[in-house]
């Protein structure tokens, strides 16, 4: 059974740095399109980055500031937030897809979320 359990949230300062880690078990997720999405309460869950064989991608909204990368030998994908500010408050999800697309209705398994808070 696919599994995927996120990592390395907390709380953290303005202009602060965190990397979230998501472990994958369970499937062979080398060709999977793998992603971090991000909600806040009362609002809808939104794209962040993604990352796939042709490509990383990203929201403008932390272009510039987060990296997303991934081990496949590891079987675990990362995203290394830097400059944080109050706005980047949420609780980030990972999310892996078989057929290889990046939106967020084409992940087919999620993790539970980890809680990033931003304190100024």
């Known amino acids: 059974q696919v599994q995927l359990v996120e990592s390395g949230g907390g709380l953290v300062q303005v202009g602060g740095s965190l990397r979230l880690s998501c472990a994958a078990s369970?499937?062979?997720?080398?060709?999977?399109?793998m992603g971090w999405f991000r909600q806040v309460p009362g609002k809808e869950r939104e794209f962040v980055a993604a990352?796939?064989?042709?490509?990383?991608y990203y929201a403008d909204s932390v272009r510039g500031r987060f990296s997303i990368s991934r081990d496949n030998v590891k079987n675990t994908m990362y995203l290394q937030m830097n400059s944080l500010t109050p706005e980047d408050t949420a609780v980030y999800y990972c999310?892996?897809?078989?057929?290889?697309?990046?939106?967020?209705?084409?992940?087919?398994?999620w993790g539970k979320g980890t809680l990033v808070t931003v304190s100024s």
């Open positions: 999310a892996a897809g078989s057929r290889g697309l990046i939106a967020q209705n084409a992940m087919d398994y």
């Open positions: 369970g499937g062979f997720f080398s060709n999977y399109a």
């Open positions: 990352i796939r064989s042709s490509g990383r």
